[in-house]
């Protein structure tokens, strides 16, 4: 077993929860690689490279006052043939806070994450990533360009 790979790889993973949660989607440049693949069609967005990812983060989440996504259940394989490659799966429970009508309303979303990861200069990093929904639960705020400022 390889646990100081696995460990840097959790810290990752948690990485990028933690940008997600604080809206600083420029810290996800160092959770992704630059040519990264990252899917999330199933959830309504788009598959899309970093930058459009970034981007596409940026103006969605923003209709939320409070992000909090838990990822639990981590499961890393290492390839065989490549000490540089590995693949990891882990669940996601994310907790989307929004104001309406002057109180706190939460949409939630169950699901798992599907990694593939390569480890370069930088250290290990997302090449692709594939975000399968399970389940959702609560109403959506209202689109963005709808919501109304937030004091």
Do not use: C, K
Not at 2 to 8: A, G, I, N, Y
Not at 110 to 121: I, K
Request: charged share 30%; glycine share 6%; hydrophobic share 40%.
């Amino acid at each position: 077993m390889r646990v100081e790979d696995t460990l840097q790889i959790h810290e990752l993973l948690f990485a990028y929860s933690e940008a997600i949660d604080q809206q600083r989607f420029e810290r996800l440049s160092a959770v992704f690689t630059a040519d990264a693949d990252i899917d999330f069609r199933q959830t309504g967005g788009p598959r899309a490279a970093l930058t459009d990812m970034q981007a596409f983060l940026t103006r969605e989440l923003s209709r939320y006052r409070r992000l909090q996504h838990f990822i639990s259940n981590v499961r890393v394989r290492f390839d065989d043939e490549d000490r540089a490659l590995a693949s990891a799966r882990s669940y996601v429970l994310a907790q989307h806070g929004y104001l309406e009508e002057g109180r706190m309303r939460f949409f939630q979303l169950g699901g798992e994450y599907e990694d593939a990861l390569t480890h370069g200069a930088h250290g290990w990093r997302i090449r692709a990533r594939t975000l399968h929904l399970r389940w959702l639960d609560g109403a959506l705020p209202r689109a963005p360009a709808e919501a109304p400022p937030q004091s």
